[in-house]
């Protein structure tokens, strides 16, 4: 069969998302897990837009052996030079460069011409490829350059010594179509291509729900690696799916295009990442959402009863779910906790976490009938916080039809005790302004979003805040049966960002 080579870009385009950024720690984490996924590059970051990110592509690059670790850069030698610090450690490196090549991205954000900036992408292909062998160039916005002129580029960059050329529907524009004949064109007029001397990559956006479209009719027509995420997570609206393009793969096989995924590994990999980036799976999401192998009208019921293939193309095992998966109740012990965690991909590596994750378990398994897989994730990310400066000792609100809310709070902070009292319109603005009067900083709510992860009166919910504080954004994470409780605990999770 065909090859398709998977790069995986969560850990840094995927990571662009408000509210999702992870620490170094965090980070490695990730890497290892797509390591044992199978993804054959993995985009380890920007490196000198941060001393956060330049540090992640060093610890990452020791952390893991053998998928190639890429840096991405502009066209620009400093980019680079920052790059080829970072990538030291890496057993396999690649340098990710590349400039705008649209009539758009060339008047306005380069205020330039097409032949300089012809010039510029060879200049930074020819740099890169001085330090390491395996360089990729990125046309952005490509799906809005001609194709004529795409291929002008692209030809010049391969001669240049580019292996991989990324072809960017950065803006999600595209038709799938439409990109599937800029991949043919480009195949068909790019000297270099057609030889193996180079490859050609899709990397699509999800601005009109195509990005999965776009990506398998740009491997259907040439392209033969694919720029893809967890969940499919990423700037604005997100990114092509890692899972969908290897699940379709997997599925139609009559393509005859394979890749190095181990499909059995990608529910744990959503699960983790969805934890760790605080951002939940929608349940109608293909492939990982909860609802992706549940059937609830009687005919499809009654045909999965008969026969699973009647309404099923996948196997859920194939996928890594477990049909006969361990039910938790307050009954479970520390092993059958740990040993959920290790299969929905969350690694506790000392017996004192995972008692203090036991007995938070046991608390919410107390006021629930079964503890569910988002439950765990849940607590398990929720336990980050317990090295917080500012903790959450009571809280107290009385509330009801007729009434004035009022709320009695008592914060930890650093060891210090505070109390105090508020008024407010429902209980969630009582116990926040309770909560501000002890912490005394001019904050300003921007976002509130409380999303419940089953339907059960006793469900777990989640909370999401966004807070503007002296010009900056903060967002922060809480989830408790009680969505009082939760609201607080994710302001008070916006507070120790600001003041970490």
Not at 28 to 45: F, T
């Amino acid at each position: 069969m065909d090859r398709l080579f998977i790069f995986d870009t969560t850990l840094r385009d995927g990571e662009q998302v408000p509210g999702c950024q992870l620490n170094t720690v965090e980070k490695i984490q990730v890497a290892k897990q797509l390591e044992q996924l199978g993804v054959d590059v993995i985009e380890a970051g920007f490196p000198i837009s941060s001393p956060g990110d330049f540090n992640s592509v060093i610890e990452i690059s020791k952390a893991v052996t053998w998928p190639t670790i890429c840096a991405l850069t502009r066209a620009v030698q400093k980019d680079i030079d920052v790059a080829v610090e970072s990538l030291e450690y890496a057993k396999r490196k690649r340098i990710h460069t590349g400039i705008g090549t649209s009539d758009s991205h060339i008047k306005y954000k380069f205020n330039s011409n097409r032949e300089e900036i012809i010039e510029r992408a060879v200049a930074a292909v020819k740099y890169a490829k001085k330090f390491v062998e395996d360089v990729e160039f990125y046309a952005e916005d490509a799906g809005r350059t001609d194709n004529e002129y795409l291929a002008r580029v692209i030809e010049a960059v391969v001669k240049a010594g580019a292996t991989v050329c990324n072809i960017p529907d950065t803006t999600g524009y595209c038709l799938p179509q439409e990109y599937g004949e800029k991949i043919k064109y480009l195949m068909e007029h790019v000297d270099g291509l057609s030889s193996g001397k180079a490859i050609l990559s899709t990397h699509c956006h999800n601005d009109l729900g195509m990005a999965t479209a776009n990506t398998m009719s740009g491997i259907l027509n040439g392209a033969r690696q694919a720029e893809v995420t967890i969940n499919g997570i990423g700037e604005r609206a997100g990114n092509t799916s890692l899972e969908e393009i290897s699940m379709i793969l997997k599925c139609h096989k009559t393509i005859g295009i394979d890749t190095n995924i181990n499909t059995t590994k990608i529910y744990p990999t959503s699960r983790m990442v969805s934890s760790l980036m605080n951002m939940p799976v929608q349940p109608n999401k293909a492939i990982v959402g909860r609802n992706a192998f549940a059937h609830s009208s009687g005919i499809h019921q009654d045909g999965v009863l008969k026969n699973v293939q009647t309404y099923e193309i996948m196997n859920p095992k194939d996928v890594g779910l477990d049909d006969n998966s361990i039910v938790l109740t307050a009954r479970s012990g520390r092993a059958a906790l740990k040993y959920r965690l290790e299969v929905l991909g969350v690694d506790i590596d000392n017996e004192k976490k995972l008692d203090t994750l036991y007995q938070k378990f046991l608390a919410l398994a107390d006021r629930k009938k079964e503890v569910n897989d988002d439950d765990i994730l849940t607590l398990a990310g929720a336990d980050s916080s317990e090295n917080h400066g500012v903790k959450l000792d009571f809280l107290q609100v009385t509330t009801g039809m007729g009434v004035k809310s009022v709320a009695s709070i008592g914060l930890d902070i650093s060891g210090q005790k505070f109390e105090a009292a508020a008024t407010g319109n429902g209980p969630v603005d009582a116990a926040i302004k309770a909560l501000k009067k002890i912490i005394m900083k001019q904050m300003t709510l921007k976002e509130f979003t409380i999303q419940a992860i089953s339907k059960g009166s006793d469900d777990m919910g989640k909370v999401h805040m966004q807070v503007e504080y002296n010009g900056s954004l903060y967002y922060g994470f809480g989830a408790n049966t009680d969505i009082v409780t939760a609201s607080v605990e994710a302001y008070i999770d916006c507070i120790n960002k600001f003041r970490n």
